[in-house]
């Protein structure tokens, strides 16, 4: 009997809070990476928003195993050629066209598209995708605007991002919709310019220990 093919593992449920890194520089990935993991952070996204991100994804995927580095601000059907390439292992986007849906549903890791509206929300789900990134969540609605999501669509689940904070981010996940946040509180420019890795790992510690508001 030919075994089922194996269930891909959801982006959703890698870790409640997701690092969304810019990184100018690729030297910075493993020392940033292994920051985040010590401070219980280790799903890390590294946006494909600088030259330096290829090389800083194959670095983390080479140098820290116990990461599970992505893709983010995946935009085309290149973006994800690129990224997988790197050894990404999820792939995330702002938002999504059917080209690009193509191309994510091809690449063989797992992906979540971008929405910021239930015509959108609804048009994946009519694709058959149930997972997706919010974004921007604040400014497009924030708690309220997925709180209202989840009525008339359940299915839908969401990693909202985008204005995500420590002070907002336990009543993110306290909604029935939402499994994750994504976001670059625990990665302040400063800490980052300064390559002050021990205030970037207290800052992931403090943001993995966030729990759902009660
Ligand atoms: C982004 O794409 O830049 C992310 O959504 C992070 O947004 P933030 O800086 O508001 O956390």
């Not at 330096?52 to 983390?60: D, M, S």
């Not at 990404?88 to 890791?109: C, K, N």
């Not at 985008?162 to 306290?174: D, F, I, R």
């Not at 625990?186 to 300064?194: E, K, Q």
């Amino acid at each position: 009997m030919t075994p089922a093919p194996r269930e891909l593992p959801s982006v959703l449920d890698l870790a409640p809070v997701v690092p969304v890194v810019v990184l100018e520089d690729a030297a910075d990935a493993v020392p940033l990476a292994r920051a985040l993991v010590a401070g219980g952070l280790p799903a890390i996204e590294v946006t494909l928003r600088t030259e330096a991100a290829p090389e800083a994804i194959r670095a983390i995927a080479d140098a820290v195993p116990e990461a599970v580095v992505g893709a983010g601000t995946v935009l085309g059907p290149e973006h994800v050629g690129t990224a997988v390439a790197a050894g990404a292992r999820f792939l995330v986007s702002p938002g999504w066209t059917d080209t690009l849906l193509e191309a994510m549903r091809g690449s063989g890791v797992p992906f979540l598209p971008g929405v910021s509206t239930a015509s959108e929300v609804v048009a994946l789900l009519e694709r058959g995708i149930e997972e997706m990134k919010f974004f921007p969540a604040e400014a497009a609605g924030g708690t309220g605007y997925l709180k209202s999501l989840a009525s008339p669509l359940p299915q839908a689940r969401f990693c909202p991002t985008g204005g995500v904070t420590a002070a907002n981010a336990a009543t993110y996940l306290a909604l029935p919709n939402v499994a994750c946040v994504g976001g670059t509180w625990m990665l302040p420019a400063d800490a980052l310019a300064a390559k002050d890795w021990e205030r970037v790992r207290a800052l992931a510690a403090e943001a993995s220990g966030v729990r759902p508001a009660g």
